[in-house]
């Protein structure tokens, strides 16, 4: 069994930057691809951005390219987002996710993770 548990959002102007992470705990966690989640007012959960069990590897989706930044620190069993030049339309509660496939790459594909937190409301004004 993996728990996650976010933190770090919060309200900030556009342009501003957060950064989120996400706690890990569980025997296996910090061998288990992460990623992270979000989803706006009335929309649907859009992906983010993941990363490999190592942390070699690592995938964003267009959105967050050139802005956002996955991490991870398998000696803390956490994960990191750094969010950079913010906008508006970042406005959501974010989840950390957590794929349980030891050993493996990472996925943007929602229903491949089998672990949830609880999310964190990041809200970006204009």
């Known amino acids: 069994q993996v728990q996650l548990v976010e933190s770090g959002g919060g309200l900030v102007q556009a342009g501003g930057s957060l950064r989120l992470s996400c706690a890990a705990s569980?025997?296996?966690?910090?061998?288990?691809?992460m990623g992270w989640f979000r989803q706006g007012p009335g929309k649907g959960r859009e992906f983010v951005a993941a990363i490999s069990n190592s942390g070699s590897s690592a995938g964003y989706a267009d959105s967050a390219k050139g802005r956002f930044t996955i991490s991870r620190d398998n000696a803390k069993n956490a994960a990191y987002l750094q969010m950079n030049s913010l906008k508006p339309e970042d406005t959501a509660v974010y989840y950390c996710?957590?794929?349980?496939?030891?050993?493996?790459?990472?996925?943007?594909?929602?229903?491949?993770?089998?672990?949830w937190g609880q999310g964190t409301q990041v809200t970006v004004s204009s």
């Open positions: 996710a957590a794929r349980y496939l030891l050993d493996s790459d990472w996925t943007a594909r929602d229903y491949e993770y089998t672990y």
């Open positions: 569980g025997r296996t966690c910090n061998r288990l691809p």
